[in-house]
């Protein structure tokens, strides 16, 4: 690492990453809405880093669209979404060879790994919220999700998953 002029040791080795999000919000009707949401993200330069050296650039991408519609006694949302992917790069590490001859020089191998998943994962998700109580302060909230993941954490060959969440809040 190098010095700063105020007598702070600054860190070459952390990589600093850049992110930029954009959501649109739609209103449908009074009581409609759509809402699409994209990010993406592109891991900063790795040249001063001690274990990766650099590989092509590392790009990442994120989007979502949800309708929302709400009722007399609660909400009803349907979504579609993809989670941070990455969708482009690689890193380079340098790694230690094995010793041929006990005693000799110490030999490196640069690798590169391919951080590209297989699969693209795709969620598509159903809620349904109530309101309990009216407005009043004992108001409290119930809801039922339903999500189907497609191709979880982005792997090609796994199996898709069901869950169901219920929840329930209220003020004390």
Known sequence: ????????????????????????????????????RVQG???????????????????????????AQE????????????????????????????????????TWSERSINVVPSGRELRLTATRDWLLGGESETAAWLGVELTHIYQPNHIASANGETLMRVRASTRF
């Open 71 to 106: 009722l007399r006694n609660g909400w009803w949302r349907l979504g579609l979404e993809q989670p941070m992917r990455v969708e482009q790069g690689s890193l380079r590490y340098r790694l230690a060879d094995p010793y041929l001859v006990w005693g000799s020089a110490q």
């Open 41 to 67: 993200a592109r891991m900063a330069d790795l040249s001063g880093n001690k274990a990766f050296a650099p590989g092509a650039p590392i790009y990442a991408s994120a989007a979502s669209l949800t309708y």
């Open 1 to 36: 690492g190098s010095w700063l002029g105020d007598g702070q040791r600054h860190d070459d080795t952390r990589a600093q990453s850049r992110f930029v999000g954009m959501q649109f919000d739609f209103a449908l009707t009074d009581r409609a809405s759509l809402t699409a």
